[in-house]
T-cell receptor
Framework: DGGITQSPKYLFRKEGQNVTLSCEQNLNHDAMYWYRQDPGQGLRLIYY???????QKGDIAEGYSVSREKKESFPLTVTSAQKNPTAFYLC???????????????FGQGTRLTVV | AQTVTQSQPEMSVQEAETVTLSCTYDTSENNYYLFWYKQPPSRQMILVIR??????QNATENRFSVNFQKAAKSFSLKISDSQLGDTAMYFC????????????FGKGITLSVRP
């Protein structure tokens, strides 16, 4: 079955450590996104990528990094520079904008990151 | 930059009744996409309905329909015959037409359906 997979579901990090969240999709989608969800804040965009080897900063990119070496994969690294990393992280993918119809995003099940 | 505003943080509705969730957005684009997503307690995001801005007809999916007012930049979701399973957070989202367009979400609204 086609879908988008995030791992792990729960992740614990010590302060000062970098940690990488995995996101893989087999939907043949060009676009991929990373969002952070905090209570009362909705979904805030961290990074997005419309094509392999290219990505753009979203609204809250500071303290995060990404790579897009393969179409299927878009890992997110939460670095020690991120001051408040405890949150729920969602990865999504979609057809590239301009492809009508069916441009909606499909989401993974999310990763809950906790700093201990 | 595009923005999406959901001004109601919470709503409550009696089972079997109808409820409308509001959303406004700001853009200078003429062609774009609008979406409503549902996030139940499982936190899995589920697409409820989508609307392409070039279509004048309001989208409908079973009990869910939208009132798309392009000139007013308004995109409300109507849920008819509310069911307990509709209890969730609902997010309005916008995507522009360009190659580098991003998917922007509102802050969401928590909907509770009362038995």
């Amino acid at each position: 079955d086609g879908g988008i997979t995030q791992s792990p579901k729960y992740l614990f990090r010590k302060e000062g450590q970098n940690v990488t969240l995995s996101c893989e999709q087999n939907l043949n989608h060009d676009a991929m996104y990373w969002y952070r969800q905090d209570p009362g804040q909705g979904l805030r965009l961290i990074y997005y990528s419309q094509i392999v080897n290219d990505f753009q900063k979203g609204d809250i990119a500071e303290g995060y990094s990404v790579s897009r070496e393969k179409k299927e994969s878009f890992p997110l690294t939460v670095t020690s520079a991120q001051k408040n990393p405890t949150a729920f992280y969602l990865c999504a993918s979609s057809r590239a904008p301009g492809h009508l119809p069916n441009t909606e995003a499909f989401f993974g099940q999310g990763t809950r990151l906790t700093v201990v | 930059a595009q923005t999406v505003t959901q001004s109601q943080p919470e709503m409550s509705v009696q089972e079997a009744e109808t409820v409308t969730l509001s959303c406004t957005y700001d853009t200078s684009e003429n062609n774009y996409y609008l979406f409503w997503y549902k996030q139940p307690p499982s936190r899995q995001m589920i697409l409820v309905i989508r609307q392409e801005a070039y279509k004048q007809q309001n989208a409908t999916e079973n009990r869910f329909s939208v009132n798309f007012q392009k000139a007013a930049k308004s995109f409300s979701l109507k849920i008819s015959d509310s069911q307990l399973g509709d209890t969730a957070m609902y997010f309005c989202a916008f995507m522009g037409p360009g190659a580098n367009s991003k998917l922007t979400f509102g802050k969401g609204i928590t909907l509770s359906v009362r038995p």
